[in-house]
């Protein structure tokens, strides 16, 4: 895993608010990311419904099967999510001491899946932070025909906490930031075994599957340290969740473990 980074490359990633990270694994780690990915998803699939299946025909059932936490039913999975080198990426791009799993989350985009609507991460999270980031490992190339991610430079900047959307229409992120209309999107294209990472504040999206295999990725989204509860539902267990008051600290090891201290 190729984890160090130049100073440039830090700079460009608070600039954009992400950054590509070309062969981030070697061969025998693609294998065991997509191995433990496929056997983590079933694993998932004995003991809950995936978020997003409930109606199989609708637009976002068909945007990619999504399946959560798979680190919490597979120990190969907890393997490669607790590595300390992930957290320290994390927390060099970030600007931050300490890093915590906010959840780990396979993204497979089906043959011929719909596009995933542009949007921003943190709204959806029960933590408010400008410096949250998500890692988005490539399992297969990621192409412009398959739905590779799309992203609007420098929103991180700009953006609110205000909740965004992620529905069917591309369109409806800005209707809260019109002023995003003026930017010029990026695609990241990039083979199997790279990774992009983004800030949780920044616009992205990802274009349709046109292609006949799926387009699998695997991603964990991460909490800086030291972060605080804000009321939002999201993946804290129900117990943990009613437990916390606005402001508290989010630090339970079992539900948000530390995996960098600096
Ligand atoms: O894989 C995709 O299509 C979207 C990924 C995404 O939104 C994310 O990782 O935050
Ligand atoms: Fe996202």
């Not at 490992?137 to 953006?159: E, F, I, K, R, W």
Request: charged residues 25%; contains cysteine.
């Amino acid at each position: 895993m190729k984890t160090t980074l130049t100073d440039e490359q830090i700079r460009r990633y608070r600039d954009d608010g992400f950054i590509v990270l070309d062969e981030f694994l070697d061969p025998d780690e693609i294998e065991n990311w997509r191995r433990c990915t496929e056997e983590g998803i079933q694993e998932r699939l004995k003991t809950t419904h995936l978020q997003n299946q409930g109606d199989p025909d609708s637009y976002y059932a068909q945007v990619f099967t999504q399946a959560i936490k798979l680190r919490d039913v597979h120990e190969g999975m907890r393997q490669i999510m607790d590595d300390p080198r992930l957290g320290k990426l994390a927390a060099d791009l970030a600007g931050v001491d300490g890093i915590r799993i906010w959840h780990d989350q396979a993204l497979i985009k089906p043959p011929f899946g719909n596009a995933t609507a542009w949007h921003c991460d943190n709204p959806f999270w029960s933590f408010s932070s400008r410096d949250a980031i998500s890692l988005w490992v490539a399992l297969d190339d990621a192409t412009l025909s398959n739905g590779c991610l799309y992203y609007l430079p420098g929103t991180h900047q700009t953006a609110t906490f205000d909740p965004t959307p992620i529905g069917a229409n591309q369109r409806d992120l800005f209707k809260i930031y019109p002023q995003w209309l003026e930017v010029e999107p990026v695609a990241t294209p990039c083979k199997a075994g790279s990774a992009v990472l983004h800030n949780g504040l920044v616009a992205h999206g990802a274009g349709a599957n046109m292609t006949h295999r799926p387009r699998r990725a695997m991603t964990c989204a991460y909490m800086p340290d030291g972060a605080t509860f804000n009321g939002r539902r999201n993946v804290l267990s129900e117990p943990y969740h009613n437990s916390l008051k606005i402001g508290d600290v989010i630090d339970k090891e079992d539900e948000v473990p530390l995996i960098w201290l600096r």
